[in-house]
C-alpha cells in the first residue's frame, strides 16, 4: 500500500534535490520494522511509541547523503525538508511532530487516516483464513 508512493516520493524528492542540492542524494534508511526492533528503539529513547507505523509498513525514513557521499545527520538540514515537502505534495503526512515538539525529521508516513482508524479497519476486514 505505502511502497509506490514512498518510490515516488524517493523518485521526485531526488528530482528536488538535483535541482536545489545538486549532488546530495536521499536513500531510504528503515520502511518495515518488527516489533522486536521497535521495542529496542522504545528502549533507547528512539521513539515514544509501542505501535506505529512502521510496524504495519506505512512509514519510511529516509537519510540525506551529501556530494561527499556523507550521511547528513542534522534534521536541520533543509535538504530534509525538501524530500519531506514532496512528501507532503503526494499526501503523505510530514512533518510529524514527536510529543516533546520535535519534529520527526526524516520520517514520512501515510497520510488521509490515522492509525487507530487503520487498525479498526483491519479489525472489520480480517484475511481470509489460508486453506
Ligand atoms: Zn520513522
Known amino acids: 500500500m505505502f511502497q509506490p508512493i514512498w518510490r515516488r516520493v524517493l523518485a521526485d524528492g531526488q528530482a528536488a534535490l538535483d535541482a536545489q542540492h545538486p549532488g546530495s542524494k536521499v536513500v531510504t534508511a528503515e520502511t518495515f520494522r518488527s516489533q522486536e526492533d521497535q521495542d529496542k528503539d522504545l528502549a533507547a529513547g528512539l521513539t515514544l511509541v509501542r505501535i506505529g507505523w512502521h510496524q504495519y509498513g506505512l512509514a519510511a525514513d529516509f537519510r540525506i547523503i551529501d556530494p561527499l557521499g556523507v550521511y547528513v545527520e542534522d534534521g536541520a538540514d533543509p535538504r530534509y525538508a525538501v524530500v519531506g515537502g514532496i512528501a507532503a505534495k ?7 511532530i514527536l510529543s516533546h515538539g520535535r519534529p520527526d525529521y526524516d520520517h514520512v508516513q501515510m497520510g488521509g487516516f ?3 482508524q487503520y487498525q479498526t479497519w483491519l479489525k472489520a476486514h480480517p484475511l481470509p483464513e489460508a486453506a
Open 114 to 116: 490515522t492509525l487507530v
Open 90 to 96: 503526494l499526501g503523505c503526512h510530514y512533518p510529524v
